[in-house]
C-alpha cells in the first residue's frame, strides 16, 4: 500500500518518452501509485506495451504518437489529453534526442535540431500543461535535464550540453512564474542511465564505460528504475514545498570533483 502522502490516486499524468528507459519506468511507477497515464512516444508500438502493463494495475492508459520537437503535434496532443482526460496533474517532460558534434564541425542546421528536441519542445509541453495546472489551481511539472546543464561534458556534447543548460534556467524561471499559483516545477539531472543509444556508444568505445565509471562514486551507471521513487516524491504531495530544484540523479558523480578518489587510499 502507498502511504497516503506519495498516493497518486485518482491523479493524471502525462508522460512523454513512455516507450522505453526513464519515461516507461516513470510512467509504471506514478500508475503503481494509482495514478492515470497518457503515454506519449513516437514509438507507438513501445508505448501499447507500456500502455498493457499500467492497465494490468486497473489504471486508465491512453496512449498518443507525437514528436516533441513540433509544437503543431504537442498541442494536438493536448486536445487529445483533454477528450480523454478532462485535467492533467502531472507531466513528465521526458522524451527529447541530444545531437552530438564537435563545436568546430557541428552544423548550425543541427544545433537548431537540437534546440527544438530539447528546449523547445519542453518549453511547449510545460506551457500547454501549465495553462491548464493553472486555471486548475494545481499541478506538478517534472523536466528531465542532465548533469550537463551544470557542468562541462566534452567529447561531442556542446549542442546537447547548451540545450540542457536551457532547461536548467526554464526549469527555474517557470517556478519563480507560477509556484505562488500553485503550479511546481522541478528538474532530475541524470548522469549517465543505461539506454539503446548509450549502449550502442559503449558498444563502438569500450573504453567509454570506464570513463564513465570513473566519475561516479556508486560505482555503477544508473539504470531507468533509479527514477522512479523520485518520480512518485515530485508529483505526490510529499514534495509540497519542493519547486524551481535542479535534483542530481547521478551516484554521486556531481559531488566528486576532478581530483577525487573512489573508497579508500592508502
Known amino acids: 500500500m502507498t502511504p497516503k502522502m506519495f498516493d497518486l490516486t485518482g491523479k493524471i499524468a502525462l508522460v512523454t518518452g513512455a516507450a522505453q528507459g526513464m519515461g516507461r519506468a516513470m510512467a509504471l511507477a506514478l500508475a503503481e501509485a494509482g495514478a492515470h497515464l497518457m503515454l506519449v512516444d513516437r514509438n507507438e508500438a513501445g508505448a501499447h506495451e507500456t500502455a498493457i502493463a499500467v492497465k494490468a494495475m486497473d489504471r486508465s492508459a491512453f496512449v498518443a504518437q507525437c514528436d516533441v520537437s513540433n509544437p503543431t503535434e504537442i498541442r494536438q496532443l493536448f486536445a487529445t489529453h483533454d477528450r480523454a482526460f478532462g485535467r492533467i496533474d502531472f507531466l513528465g517532460n521526458v522524451a527529447g534526442e541530444g545531437i552530438l558534434g564537435t563545436p568546430e564541425d557541428i552544423s548550425l542546421e543541427e544545433v537548431e ?76 539531472l541524470p548522469a549517465q542511465v543505461v539506454n539503446p543509444g548509450l549502449e550502442l556508444r559503449m558498444a563502438e568505445n569500450p573504453a567509454l564505460k570506464d570513463k564513465f565509471l570513473s566519475g561516479i562514486p556508486s560505482g555503477r551507471l544508473g539504470q531507468p528504475d533509479d527514477i522512479r521513487g523520485l518520480a512518485v516524491f515530485l508529483a505526490s504531495d510529499a514534495s509540497s514545498w519542493i519547486t524551481g530544484t535542479l535534483i542530481p540523479m547521478d551516484g554521486g558523480n556531481l559531488a566528486a570533483n576532478a581530483g577525487a578518489t573512489m573508497g579508500r587510499t592508502k
Do not use: D, K, P
Not at 549542442?159 to 500553485?182: D, H, I, K, N
Open 113 to 188: 535540431r537540437c534546440w527544438r528536441n530539447l528546449v523547445l519542445g519542453r518549453f511547449c509541453m510545460c506551457q500547454e500543461a501549465g495553462r491548464r495546472m493553472l486555471a486548475a489551481g494545481r499541478g506538478s511539472i517534472v523536466n528531465i535535464g542532465s548533469l550537463a546543464s551544470m557542468t562541462a561534458l566534452g567529447r561531442g556534447h556542446i549542442a546537447y550540453s547548451m540545450a540542457m543548460g536551457a532547461v536548467a534556467q526554464m526549469t527555474r524561471e517557470l517556478s519563480t512564474e507560477w509556484s505562488g499559483r500553485g503550479v511546481r516545477v522541478n528538474a532530475i
